[in-house]
C-alpha cells in the first residue's frame, strides 16, 4: 500500500507537490498523514521534458502557478511514464526549496513476478500489473540511482514492498548466484521487491555552474570487460568530446603495479585511481574538480584526495562520504573534510608528487603518506 511509504516523510512538511497520474488515489491517504500540508497536483504527459508552467488547484482549492511556488516535499509517481525523465528532475530543481525533499516511487523491474512469466514466455501488460501499458522506460535499483544522480540528486533513505520468493526457480536462481560468486542473498532480495521508494536531495553543487574541469588522468585495472564497460565506460564523465585520459591496465600483477603502470602513460598532473565497477555521474568531474581547488587554496600539505574515508581519531572511527552501492554510505558533513584515510575505490593525487616504487623513494612516500588526507 502506496500510505505505507510515507513514514520516512517528515511530519512537518507544509507544501507539498504531487507529479503523479493516480491523484484520487494518493490525495486521500496524504491528507490523513499530513493534515496540516497543502498540497497541489500535477500530472505530465509522457513526453514531457519539464515541470509545465501551468495555474493547479491545491487542496484547500486555491489556484497556485506551478513556477512561482516552493515545495518541501516533492513525491513524483509516474517516472515510468517518461519517455526522457532526466530533463524533469533537473527541473524540479527549481521548485524545491532549502531542505526540501524529492521522494520517488520505482517499481523494480528485477521483482520475481515480472521476471518469472518472461521466463515462460507469458508476459502480458494489464491494468493491474506492475508493468502495463502506459510505462515507457522500466528500473532496477542500479538504473534508477545511475538516473537520479545524473540528474542532479543525491540519493538518500528508501524503504520498499516485497514478497516472498521461493520455490524451484528461487532455489535454481540461489544457486546460478553462487556459482558466479555473486552476492545471491542480495539479488534474491532484489527479486523479492517491487516497489522502492527513495528519498532525494537536491545536490546544489551540479547546479552551481561550476568551471569546466581540470584535465584528469583515470587509472584502472581491468580484469572484466564486461564489468569495465557497462560500469566505468558507461561513466557520463567519458562521453565524446571529455577532457580527459583513461587509462586501463590489463593483466596486472596487482594493483600498486596497475598504477605505477598507468601513472607511465599519464599525461596530466591530476591523477585518479578508480575501481572499474565504479560509476560516475554526470558533472562528477566538475564537482570534484572545484573542491580540490578548493582544499589546496585553503591547504598547502594535501597528500590524498577521495570521496569515502575514515577518521580513526579517538575509540570510535567514523565514516564519512558519499558513496552508492549495495547500501548507501554518506555522512552529511558539508564536503571537503579531513580524513586519516580513503577508501581504495577512489583516490586522487598529483603525479608531480608521486614517489614512485625505487627503493630510494621510501623517504618521499613515507613524506606523502603523512600529509593530510580530504575527501571531497
Given at each position: 500500500?502506496?500510505?505505507n511509504y510515507?513514514?520516512?516523510?517528515?511530519?512537518?512538511?507544509?507544501?507539498?507537490?504531487?507529479?503523479?497520474?493516480?491523484?484520487?488515489?494518493?490525495?486521500?491517504?496524504?491528507?490523513?498523514?499530513?493534515?496540516?500540508?497543502?498540497?497541489?497536483?500535477?500530472?505530465?504527459?509522457?513526453?514531457?521534458?519539464?515541470?509545465?508552467?501551468?495555474?493547479?488547484?491545491?487542496?484547500?482549492?486555491?489556484?497556485?502557478?506551478i513556477r512561482?511556488?516552493?515545495?518541501?516535499?516533492?513525491?513524483?509517481?509516474?517516472?515510468?511514464?517518461?519517455?526522457?525523465?532526466?530533463?524533469?528532475?533537473?527541473?524540479?530543481?527549481?521548485?524545491?526549496?532549502?531542505?526540501?525533499?524529492?521522494?520517488?516511487?520505482?517499481?523494480?523491474?528485477?521483482?520475481?513476478?515480472?521476471?518469472?512469466?518472461?521466463?515462460?514466455?507469458?508476459?502480458?501488460?494489464?491494468?493491474?500489473?506492475?508493468?502495463?501499458?502506459?510505462?515507457?522506460?522500466?528500473?532496477?535499483?542500479?538504473?534508477?540511482?545511475?538516473?537520479?544522480?545524473?540528474?542532479?540528486?543525491?540519493?538518500?533513505?528508501?524503504?520498499?514492498?516485497?514478497?516472498?520468493?521461493?520455490?524451484?526457480?528461487?532455489?535454481?536462481?540461489?544457486?546460478?548466484?553462487?556459482?558466479?560468486?555473486?552476492?545471491?542473498?542480495?539479488?534474491?532480495?532484489?527479486?523479492?521487491?517491487?516497489?522502492?521508494?527513495f528519498e532525494?536531495?537536491?545536490?546544489?553543487?551540479?547546479?552551481?555552474?561550476?568551471?569546466?574541469?581540470?584535465?584528469?588522468?583515470?587509472?584502472?585495472?581491468?580484469?572484466?570487460?564486461?564489468?569495465?564497460?557497462?560500469?566505468?565506460?558507461?561513466?557520463?564523465?567519458?562521453?565524446?568530446?571529455?577532457?580527459?585520459?583513461?587509462?586501463?591496465?590489463?593483466?596486472?600483477?596487482?594493483?600498486?603495479?596497475?598504477?605505477?603502470?598507468?601513472?607511465?602513460?599519464?599525461?596530466?598532473?591530476?591523477?585518479?585511481?578508480?575501481?572499474?565497477?565504479?560509476?560516475?555521474?554526470?558533472?562528477?568531474?566538475?564537482?570534484?574538480?572545484?573542491?580540490?581547488?578548493?582544499?589546496?587554496?585553503?591547504?598547502?600539505?594535501?597528500?590524498?584526495?577521495?570521496?569515502?574515508?575514515?577518521?580513526?581519531?579517538?575509540?570510535?572511527?567514523?565514516?564519512?562520504?558519499?558513496?552508492?552501492?549495495?547500501?548507501?554510505?554518506?555522512?552529511?558533513?558539508?564536503?571537503?573534510?579531513?580524513?586519516?584515510?580513503?577508501?581504495?575505490?577512489?583516490?586522487?593525487?598529483?603525479?608531480?608528487?608521486?614517489?614512485?616504487?625505487?627503493?630510494?623513494?621510501?623517504?618521499?612516500?613515507?613524506?606523502?603518506?603523512?600529509?593530510?588526507?580530504?575527501?571531497?
Amino acid at each position: 500500500m502506496f500510505s505505507n511509504y510515507f513514514s520516512i516523510i517528515s511530519t512537518t512538511v507544509k507544501n507539498i507537490l504531487i507529479v503523479s497520474s493516480e491523484v484520487e488515489n494518493i490525495a486521500p491517504s496524504l491528507k490523513s498523514h499530513f493534515p496540516d500540508a497543502e498540497y497541489t497536483c500535477i500530472d505530465l504527459a509522457s513526453d514531457a521534458d519539464s515541470i509545465p508552467d501551468i495555474v493547479a488547484v491545491n487542496s484547500s482549492g486555491v489556484s497556485v502557478q506551478i513556477r512561482n511556488q516552493k515545495y518541501d516535499c516533492i513525491i513524483m509517481r509516474a517516472l515510468e511514464r517518461l519517455y526522457t525523465p532526466s530533463p524533469v528532475f533537473k527541473d524540479l530543481a527549481s521548485l524545491i526549496s532549502e531542505n526540501g525533499k524529492l521522494f520517488c516511487s520505482v517499481k523494480n523491474m528485477q521483482y520475481s513476478g515480472i521476471i518469472e512469466p518472461l521466463l515462460i514466455g507469458d508476459f502480458e501488460y494489464s491494468e493491474t500489473r506492475l508493468i502495463n501499458h502506459n510505462q515507457m522506460r522500466f528500473y532496477t535499483y542500479s538504473s534508477f540511482i545511475k538516473l537520479i544522480l545524473d540528474s542532479g540528486w543525491l540519493i538518500g533513505r528508501f524503504c520498499h514492498s516485497s514478497t516472498e520468493f521461493n520455490g524451484d526457480l528461487a532455489d535454481r536462481l540461489r544457486e546460478y548466484f553462487k556459482s558466479k560468486k555473486m552476492n545471491e542473498n542480495l539479488l534474491m532480495a532484489y527479486l523479492s521487491i517491487y516497489e522502492f521508494f527513495f528519498e532525494c536531495t537536491l545536490n546544489n553543487d551540479y547546479f552551481a555552474g561550476l568551471p569546466s574541469p581540470t584535465p584528469i588522468t583515470f587509472i584502472v585495472a581491468v580484469n572484466n570487460e564486461r564489468i569495465f564497460k557497462e560500469y566505468l565506460l558507461a561513466s557520463p564523465v567519458f562521453r565524446k568530446g571529455h577532457p580527459h585520459q583513461l587509462v586501463p591496465v590489463k593483466e596486472a600483477s596487482s594493483a600498486a603495479s596497475a598504477l605505477h603502470t598507468g601513472i607511465h602513460y599519464a599525461v596530466n598532473d591530476c591523477i585518479v585511481w578508480v575501481h572499474q565497477d565504479v560509476y560516475l555521474p554526470e558533472n562528477w568531474d566538475r564537482i570534484f574538480c572545484h573542491k580540490i581547488r578548493e582544499i589546496e587554496h585553503k591547504h598547502s600539505d594535501v597528500g590524498i584526495f577521495g570521496v569515502f574515508g575514515v577518521n580513526s581519531a579517538g575509540e570510535n572511527p567514523v565514516y564519512s562520504g558519499y558513496v552508492v552501492d549495495r547500501i548507501i554510505f554518506h555522512n552529511s558533513k558539508r564536503f571537503p573534510f579531513e580524513v586519516h584515510s580513503v577508501d581504495e575505490c577512489l583516490f586522487s593525487f598529483r603525479k608531480s608528487e608521486y614517489p614512485g616504487t625505487d627503493p630510494n623513494e621510501l623517504r618521499l612516500f613515507a613524506s606523502l603518506a603523512d600529509a593530510k588526507t580530504w575527501l571531497d
